[in-house]
Each structure stands twice: as structure tokens, then as C-alpha cells.
């Protein structure tokens, strides 16, 4: 997923940022003792430098605008190509979804700026498809395919070590931020058992200081007992494949958080009866 | 003086009513039926419809839940604030004008003017100004700025405070330097021994006073709304930078009750970026009351800039522009040196 490049007289040399992020490993308070062990062999990491865009501080530097962290982390294993009969696969109408959500935050200027959007997939492999990056600066959603099993846990470690370190970037530039939100979609059940215990753990812990909102959505045959483990708040499930509207909820609790005048504020969000049977 | 506590005064619930979500008409105090067009614009406390008749009219029609929860105490504030022929023949105010009523003869609202203008919450944004206020220049804000602190001070001669100083009530014309509020109904509002107080705040926006106070149990003084009034001002010449925005720091409600304004004497945490060199070029008769007010007065009311120092403060940073003392731009690209001696750009008035 591409962003847009910004000029920036300020852009540090990558040597330099490489350094800075080594400083901010150690910083990092231990997320890493939530989730017990080095990140998954299986994960891939796309570092966000290596393609030439701009470093996330030069936006953080020139939008002071207050962040809202948006981390999701889609299941794109090989359950979700399957057809269960109400017209096209789940992953279609994920991608689908997906789409409408950006665009509807670009639609909303307050929240295209400060809604800062971050995609992880788990689908045989833990893949970062998106750093964070404002969705003003999203140029374009790619499509996942559907394959492999679903290393949720290894999903949730990475999105969560990402947010931590996105939190401390905030805080070193100056930037305040909302509370960030962990918004996990699965259709099944985590199949990497051990990490998936540490990492429930670790986002309900999180989740229950309110440093955290977890909102955990289970699709159709989802084990909805199993991923309401990973939040305070018991797993809602999506009503069919109602991706839109759930994405739709998504936008619209989005724009709230990021209209309300403060970071201290109290949000109301929509009902979630549109996308969700209770 | 009496302040309104509203746990004195309870209504019997109002069966929660759909009918208010998809409102076409409402009824005047006389029984009259006025057809409503389609939604305006929502908010936490209600919905705002144009009358179709009225053009220049707008109604707002309060949530069901927030009409059972305080519906009360709303109606004694609005119906006080409708008498109230001053404020009402503001053209800078959405002022409650009358109220209004659903089938039931059951009061759900009020009419007011309809003001335009974009957010000043988009002319304090520093990615989205240019595209609201194109050509916008330090001149203009300091128009903005002082049609905005004449209001306010017209409005403290009246017995009424802001209360929450929101940004987004804060309309500002892009084609002239006018600015209108609304929200009005939020104000604090003094009327003889009783005051309606304004329940919404927050903390980052308010004077450590009043932290951790339920916010419609706080009486806001002239020296409480001097502290968000200072925010305010900051902010707009800032381009959204908050006062208290702090690199390295922490919360901004945090900074604040620590007084830590890192644009103080020290300059220490200034967050990178453009935001030194706009500061850099801001008058010392400006930064010397930002300085007062965010630092000394985040701990003692007394030290806070008055209205009345604002506008002098800002009347004649207006002049020396006009007389090509000062960068007009929004953002100047290099720091203000010791030997500036101005623009040389005297403005056309």
C-alpha cells in the first residue's frame, strides 16, 4: 500500500532514522514481557523506509493534528475464499470494505488527518501490508488473497508492539494522541495456540488499563468465546458478511473520536446494531 | 447567588420518542406548525434542521435521551435565554430566538439565526487552512481574533461566559474577517441570583481549577475563561498548535497543571518543525502575555491577560503589520533574528 510522499527539508538520512529506531527498541517499555519471546519467525516485517516514502516523523512534525491510531488485523486465511452461499467469498467483500472505510475517511478532512491507519494480515503468514500512515496519505488499497492458516496471535503481537512504538513517536514529536483502537476480523479460530494465549492476554491487559479499545469481530464461524479473550468487551459477530456496514460503523466512530474537541474527551460511538448481531 | 444544581429538580421521564430522530415539523408557543427541510447537522446534544419557511432560520431539536435526562433545566436555560432581547440581536450569535414545541405541545428545542462560516477548528489546521482561507495572512487572523474577543466581551458585560472555548463553535467568514458563535445554548448564563452553568468542558482546554470537577457544578469566572481564551488565541495564530503540545512530554492536561509552556523563558520542548519559527515571530507585547497567562496563570488566575490586554495587544500588533513591521505570512520559513526590522511590506488597509 502506497502513501504519498511529502517533501521535507527535515527528512533524516536513513542511516540516522535506522539508529533512532534502534534508540526506541530500547526505549519501548517491554511489550515484548506481555507477550513473552521474540517475534514470530513467520513474521514479515515490511519496514516502512524501504521503499523511499518519507518517514512517519515528517508528518508527525508538520500535522500536529491529535492522532487516533487505527490498527487492524485482518484474517486472510484460506477459510475466508470460501463461498457460504450469500454470494461472493468473505474476502471479497473484506477488500471491499476495506476500500469504502478509507474512502470514507478521506471524505471526512478533521479525521482524514488524524485517523492514522495501520493493516496487518494473517494468513499463513503474519504480513504488515500498512505502517502507520494518516489516511489523507493512503493513495491505494490492494486486494488480499485468501491462503494458509491463521496465526492471530502473531498478528496481535506485531499490532500491538507497532502501536507502542507508534504511541512513543507521538510522545517524543510532541503529538497527542486518542486512546488507539486494535480492531482484529477473523472468520475461524487462531490456530498458533501458545501466542495466541500471551497475545489475548497482553491486549485485554492493555484493554482493561484503558491504554487500549479492542474490539474483536468474529465473521460466521468465527469462535467468538476464543477472541473475546483478547479484550474487555465480549466479541461481537458480524451479522453475514456485512462488512460495509461494519466498516461504515468504523468510519463513523472514526469521525466522532476524531471530532471531538479533546483527547480527554468522552466518545459516544454509534450502536452497533447495523453490522452486528448481539 | 444560587448556581442551578440540576439534581434539584427532577422531570418525570419522557417515553423515549423515535419521533424526534426524524423530525418534519415543530409547533411555536402559540400551537402554530413550522415544516422543518431535512437534517443539517447532528451533535451529541441534538439534531439542527432549516425551517422551511425561514431561510435564515435554523431549529435545533434536542435528543430524547438528552430531553430525559436534563430536559428540565434546558428548558428554564433556553426559554431565560429567548427574553434575553441583547444577546438575541447579536448578528454574531446563533442565539436561542424562540422555542419550540413537538405534536404534544412538549418543548423540544428552540429557532436561531442561521449563521455561516467555516470552523475556526479548520483555520487553526495546519494541513487544512489553506484550503478554507485561501491567501489567509497574520492580518487576518488578528480581524478574526478581534471580532472574536469584542464578541466575547460583549457577551461578559451581559452576565454570560463561553464556558467550553471550542474551536469548532468558532465560524469564521473566509470572504471577510467576521466570525459568528454558536452553540450558545452550552453558555454559562447568569440571570439575576441563579446561573445556568455550561456542562461541557475539558481539561485540556480549561484552567487546572476546574479539574476533575463535574463540569455542571462549575461556576466559570472571567479569570477561568481568560486561561481557554489564551488556548484559543494561540492556537489560531499557531496554525492548531496546542499551547501545551510538548515533545517529549506528556498528556497536554498534564502539561498544563505543570505549567510546562515549553515556549517560555528557557524555550525548552518546543516541538520540531515550523512551529519556533512562527512563535519567533509573534510581537513581545503577544508572547510576554502568552507567557503570563500559560505559565504564572496556570497556577494563579490573577496573572492571566485580561480581555482588555488581548485586544490592545493585538490592535496594535495589527498596526505594525499595516506598517510593515512584521512577517504577515503564516509560515515564516526562517526564525525572526535579533536584527529584523520587518517586512517592509506596509499592508493596504
Known amino acids: 500500500m502506497r502513501r504519498s510522499v511529502f517533501p521535507s527539508p527535515n527528512r533524516p538520512s536513513r542511516e540516522s532514522a535506522r539508529n533512532y529506531l534502534d534508540l526506541l527498541s530500547a526505549r519501548v517499555p517491554a511489550v515484548s514481557n506481555l507477550l513473552g519471546g521474540a517475534v514470530s519467525a513467520q513474521a514479515e516485517v515490511v519496514e516502512p523506509w524501504d521503499d523511499g516514502v518519507d518517514l512517519p516523523a515528517d508528518d508527525l512534525i508538520n500535522n500536529p493534528s491529535p492522532r487516533c491510531a487505527c490498527m487492524l488485523v485482518l484474517d486472510t486465511s484460506a477459510s475466508m475464499s470460501g463461498n457460504w452461499g450469500e454470494g461472493r467469498p468473505p474476502i471479497h467483500q473484506l477488500n471491499e470494505g476495506l476500500v469504502a472505510f478509507v474512502a470514507a475517511l478521506q471524505s471526512d478532512e478533521i479525521a482524514s488527518f488524524s485517523v492514522e491507519l495501520s493493516i496487518i494480515t494473517v494468513g499463513g503468514v503474519v504480513t504488515e501490508v500498512l505502517p502507520f500512515t494518516t489516511a489523507a496519505q493512503v493513495e491505494e488499497c490492494p486486494r488480499f488473497p485468501a491462503r494458509g492458516d491463521t496465526p492471530l496471535g502473531g498478528g496481535i503481537k506485531l499490532a500491538l508492539q507497532r502501536l507502542e512504538e507508534r504511541k512513543a513517536e507521538y510522545k517524543r514529536c510532541g503529538v497527542p494522541y486518542y486512546q488507539p483502537w486494535l480492531v482484529v476480523i477473523s472468520d475461524g479460530a487462531p490456530t498458533d495456540g501458545y501466542q495466541w494465549t500471551a497475545s489475548a492476554e497482553a491486549a485485554r491487559t492493555l484493554s482493561a488499563e484503558r491504554r487500549l479499545v479492542s474490539l474483536m469481530v468474529g465473521v460466521e464461524y468465527a469462535n467468538l468465546s476464543r477472541l473475546s479473550a483478547a479484550s474487555t468487551r465480549p466479541a461481537l459477530k458480524l451479522k453475514g458478511l456485512n462488512f460495509a456496514a461494519f466498516f461504515e460503523w468504523l468510519s463513523v466512530s472514526m469521525s466522532r473520536v476524531s471530532a471531538s474537541t479533546s483527547v480527554c474527551g468522552q466518545i459516544h460511538l454509534p450502536p452497533v446494531d447495523s453490522w452486528a448481531t448481539i | ?349
Open chain 2, 1 to 349: 447567588m444560587f448556581y442551578y444544581a440540576p439534581e434539584r429538580r427532577r422531570r418525570s421521564a419522557l417515553a423515549a420518542s423515535s419521533a424526534n430522530e426524524a423530525m418534519n415539523t415543530v409547533y411555536s408557543r402559540e400551537g402554530k406548525c413550522r415544516y422543518l427541510g431535512s437534517l443539517y447537522a447532528t451533535g451529541g446534544e441534538g439534531a439542527i434542521y432549516p425551517l422551511l419557511e425561514r431561510a435564515d432560520l435554523l431549529v435545533k431539536i434536542y435528543h430524547a435521551q438528552v430531553l430525559e435526562k436534563r430536559g428540565e433545566l434546558l428548558q428554564d436555560k433556553v426559554l431565560m435565554m429567548c427574553e434575553q432581547q441583547h444577546h438575541r440581536n447579536n448578528g454574531r450569535l446563533a442565539w436561542p430566538l424562540i422555542p419550540v414545541y413537538d405534536a404534544y405541545r412538549r418543548w423540544i428545542g428552540y429557532a436561531m439565526y442561521r449563521r455561516q462560516g467555516v470552523p475556526m477548528a479548520k483555520l487553526a489546521h495546519a494541513m487544512l487552512y489553506e484550503r478554507h482561507f485561501p491567501g489567509l495572512d497574520r492580518r487576518r487572523v488578528t480581524g478574526y481574533l478581534l471580532n472574536l474577543l469584542r464578541t466575547i466581551r460583549e457577551l461578559h458585560d451581559g452576565g454570560v461566559m463561553l464556558g467550553d472555548c471550542n474551536l469548532r463553535n468558532i465560524l469564521c467568514d473566509p470572504s471577510s474577517e467576521e466570525i459568528s458563535l454558536i452553540d450558545c445554548d452550552s453558555f454559562q448564563v447568569e440571570l439575576g441570583e441563579w446561573v445556568y452553568t455550561c456542562p461541557v468542558g475539558f481539561p485540556d482546554m480549561t484552567p487546572e481549577e476546574h479539574h476533575g470537577q463535574d463540569f455542571s457544578l462549575v461556576v466559570r469566572t472571567q479569570e477561568s475563561e481568560a486561561f481557554s481564551i489564551a488556548i484559543v488565541l494561540f492556537m489560531a495564530l499557531m496554525l492548531g498548535r496546542h499551547p501545551y503540545d510538548v515533545q517529549g512530554g506528556g498528556e497536554r492536561a498534564e502539561n498544563l497543571r505543570r505549567a510546562s509552556f515549553p515556549y517560555g523563558v528557557g524555550n525548552s520542548g518546543i516541538p520540531a518543525g515550523r512551529w519556533y519559527n512562527i512563535w519567533s515571530h509573534m510581537p513581545y507585547r503577544l508572547k510576554a502575555l502568552f507567557i503570563r497567562t500559560l505559565v504564572e496563570g496556570a497556577h494563579d488566575p490573577r496573572k492571566r491577560a485580561t480581555l482588555a490586554e488581548w485586544i490592545n495587544a493585538i490592535e496594535q500588533y495589527r498596526k505594525e503589520i499595516d506598517k510593515g513591521y512584521h512577517e504577515v505570512a503564516m509560515e515564516p520559513t526562517a526564525p525572526k533574528s535579533r536584527t529584523y526590522r520587518g517586512s517592509g511590506r506596509a499592508q493596504s488597509t
